[in-house]
């Protein structure tokens, strides 16, 4: 059987699986439509949160990623994963016990304000857009890159197969089928890991294997490729930093607070029966997140080291590397890299015409002279991030049907969090706006059907943004989290553990954090992402604010915000007695029933 | 011991400020700020702080979680709170 038979029949057999879910799991009441009933088990709700979390750039572009920058990406595993604590103990379980279908929900009624209310849904919604046009983007990039179909052909299938599901299954649909999207993406995530760490040091747990010796050498793994890496000119890979400890400091609180604040997620503890199994399901999502976010930095060492020895076959024998007779000859590259090189993800360029492939830091100032001498004249290779994990099965000489899995995974990352993301805005959009502000006496029929046409129309707008992704999309993700981080956590936490905080502070707070973050991002990004609006000067030049990216602020954001509610909160007057009372209510386990939509 | 609602609280507050000061040390401080100095020692083929920061915390992070939930769960039953 050929690859491409097997990608179509693996990517095919998951597809079926899927609508076969969206069959069974039909949606009838708005309980079930919001919140799956509120009866799922705390540890199936790991694993779809789990799937929930984990994006096409977990799966497709993060090892990638790492593996470019070295100790430096512990940002994004660090980040990615620290937050699941802080939902754990501050927001999950008392969200549960308050009962509602969604954050907004919580945000208007302990702050007895239809406008907190709306700030909230108008935060939910610009995050969740901006986070699901890269999720669009990458059930076409998996499509294009593993069908050899179009761009446009994958987004409309696979906006297909997310209505089935999503449209009539509401999140029973997506529970259960997320439950299936974790299974396919992990085997496919890790299979291809367990086979290249065999290979490279004869350790089948790529865990282990990132931490031990090359097979047939007593040289650690790690240690030959801070060796590599560093002789062609980049920076060590265990202690490579981006820009300044502080800033890695920052990135990695803002990705942490923004994981714990995204609505997508914190709507899936509204799923479980009890208090109790929130707190239990937040670790068994972690769990199921962890084996794939400690797999990648393995992925990501052993295939920078493979990517590495294959064009400097001089690196297996530990011989000089900076040599005319290294880099590998042009025509005997491996077939793998000719299959990537017509993807484009893997370009290369003879600048010396030495015939021979030349992959180095040129920009590297103190070793400019080693190269000169070696005849080098400019890194001849560009290897595009994704190419890591997509690349990896065929690297290792695995059999088609891995292939073939790994391209089922990768959709299968994008699909289950477009889903979740889809739900967290027509949930939004049917039982905040519809119900909460515009026509509250909605019975239970007619807002099922808003429900559904929301999430029709939230399908629409993704499909549309994925085919057409505007100019800005990679600046996006630093947006969400942003947001997430700089309005949806702080005004959650404080509405929970401080009982005095009131409508005026948080309010204050909400709009303060996502002002000074905005302000922060459009300053580099420009206004709204448009070219040609940045407006650096006003703040003093790029990454004025202590040298912090635009990426870290949403730290920054959430402690003005959390300054400013306090501050207001002084000056004006204590919530309501039966505010305080909901509190206390909320901070206790007994008593919490069965989640409810009630106004 | 007094078990009001304050006196249940108190108690949720002070695992939470555990859990935390664990948190911030095996992330920020053994990943991040301390990681130049932890990499002189090896934990195998890992530089100790480049291990924690790329799976020492995660693992960590995990085992911290459970540990609230079951912590959480028995001041549950201490102060007569928990879920019939």
Known sequence: MSVQAWIYLMVGLSFALYIGIAIWSRAGTTAEYYVAGGQVNPVMNGMATAADWMSAASFISMAGIISTMGYGGALFLMGWTGGYVLLAMLLAPYLRKFGKFTVPQFIGDRFYSKSAAVVAVICLLVASVTYIIGQMTGVGVAFSRFLNV??????????????????????????????AQYVVLIIAYTIPAIFISMMLTGNPIPQLGLGSKLSGSDVYLLERLDQIVTDLGFGKYTTSVPGSYLNMFMYTL???IGTAGLPHVIMRFFTVPKVRDARMSAGWALVFIAILYTTAPAVAAMARYNLLATVYPAALENKPLVTPEQGIRYEERPEWFKRWEQTGLLKFQDLNGDGRIQHFNDKNAAAQEKFAQAGWKGNELNVNADIIVMANPEIAMLPGWVIGLVAAGALAAALSTAAGLLLAISSAISHDLVKGVFKPDIDEKGELLAGRIAMIAAILVAGYLGLNPPGFAAGTVALAFGIAASSLFPAIMMGIFSKKMNKEGAIAGMLAGLFVTLFYVFAHKGIFFIKGTEYLGLIGGENSFFGITPEAFGSVGAIVNFIVAFIVDKFTKEPPEHIQALVENVRTPRGSTAITGAH | MSKSPQAYWSATLRLISIVLVIWFIVSYVAGIILAPALNSIHLGGYPLGFWFAHQGSMYAFVAMIFYYAFAMDKIDHEFDVHEE
């Open chain 1, 150 to 179: 179009s761009n446009e052909v994958g987004i409309y299938v696979g906006m297909g197969i997310v209505f089935l599901y999503a449209v009539f299954g509401g999140m029973k649909g997506i529970t259960y089928t997320q439950v």
């Open chain 1, 254 to 256: 803002s990705l942490m």
